[in-house]
Structures are given as structure tokens and as C-alpha cells.
């Protein structure tokens, strides 16, 4: 596999496009294996069977990692050697037969809109730090991106004159509208709160914590859940929790099921909270 690998992970970067986390998981995860297969006595990419993959993936689940880590090594190794046939470097896949471990899918937490409206007025003070968390609170839930995409947000990505944000999406720009409440959170925290919570320093993010940096997911995420707790939400919350309530706010108000998350300039969410009586 070391002949192998640095190849797949070029077709990886220069046909597939693909993001450098995704490459990074590949490798990594398939590194472990061509370490396994050396431990085995196995050298040579030919010489590799179904019954040498299986055993690896008994190997790791016998090592407690999760049903979720195990499948996705096994979709790397299944995308190795299917790209490795393809290539003619090998007689057979021997991947082909070899089933990931079955994944539980959990339902994700939904709030109602009434348990919604709740959490969103719950950093209602003046201090700069609930200033800014109402402004992350409301954005999060009138665009339903994603939190790893709200706390990376550049300063200039907001466009407060005509109610969107735009940022770069691999190769692509994703330009996502937000309704009144969104802005009038936005432009407080901008005026009132974000210079006083940079203590001086300058960032290009957006958002920043108490410290004047960069926020952090968990960060984020333990704001959310002393939120969740002050607005008597008994419910099992997380950050993505907004994000799939807006979607099914959405779907209440009447939003086609293919709109969710493909959005356009001349799209509006201000009618997602409330709805229609």
C-alpha cells in the first residue's frame, strides 16, 4: 500500500475536489491498515483478501472504537481498493462483498417553535457577551447553517443592507438569507458589543469569545445548553438542534422538502418562526 496510497490520495485532491478533512480521514484510517496488514505479514497490495479485511475489522471493533468510526474505515478501505481495481492494479476487489457494521440512526431533537422563541430570548441583557450570543442564536436559526460554519463566519461575509450572508463553500459561494430579527441582533452586536469583546485586538471573524478570539464549537455548544436550561427546555439540545428545527419549522410553513438549505438571494426567512394561524 505505500507504493498505492500516495496516488489515491492525489486522485483524492485533484479529481474528487475533495476537502482537506476528508483526505485526512482517508489517510489516516488507511494508514492504520497498511500497518495492520505489515504486522500480518502482508506487503504487497496483490496479495491482500476479503478474509485479511474482515479480520481488520474485527480487530477494530474488538478495540471499542464506535459502529460510526468503524464504518467510516471501512468506506475508506472500500474506496481504496475500488479505485485501486479500477486502476488495473489488482485482479479483484476484495472489498467488494465486505458490509459496514450497521449504524443506528438517531432522530435528531426538534423544538417546537414555542420552545424555539424560548431559547432565542434568553441572552437578553445588555453585557457584550449576551449581545453576541442573541446575534449567533438568531442567525443560527433563520439560515439553518451549520455551527462550524456560523463560528467561522469572516467579518465581511455579513450584509446587513440587504439581509443575507455569503462565504465560500469549497468551490463555490454560499449566500444565505436571515429576516429582521437576525439583523436587528446582528447590528446590535456589531455597534454595541463586538470592539468591547476584542479588548483591543483585531480578528477577521465575525464572532468572537470573551477573550477577543476565535469562538470554539464547545464553546458554543455550552452556551447553547445553559440556554436550553434557563428556558425550562427538559429536552436533550445540542447546537444542531437549531438547525434541524428550523428545517422543520420550514416544512410547517409550507417549504418544499427540496429547499431546505439550497438557498438564493431573494429567499426570506422571516415568516419560519411564527406559524401561520
Known sequence: MSLELPLFIDYLKEQKNASDNTVDSYQRDLRK???????HGIHEIRNVTATNLNSYILYLEKQ???TATVSRNVASMKAFFHYIYRKHEIVDDPTEDIKA???EKKLPGI???????RLLEQPSGDTPKE?????ML???YETGMRVTELISLPLDAVHLNLNYVSFADGDRERV???GDSAKQALTRYLKDSRDTLLKGNTSDHLFVNCQGGAMSRQGFWK??????????ISSDIAPQTLRHSFAAHLLQNGAPLDSFFTVYPEQSTQSVRHTPG
Open 33 to 39: 491498515l497498511e500497518t495492520y496488514l505489515v504486522d
Open 111 to 117: 423544538l417546537s417553535v414555542d420552545e424555539t422563541t
Open 223 to 232: 452556551l447553547v445548553k445553559s440556554y436550553a436550561a434557563k428556558a425550562g
Open 64 to 66: 471499542g472504537l464506535s
Open 176 to 178: 444565505i438569507p436571515f
Open 138 to 140: 438568531e442567525l443560527l
Open 131 to 135: 449581545v453576541r450570543d442573541r446575534a
Open 101 to 103: 457494521p450497521h449504524i
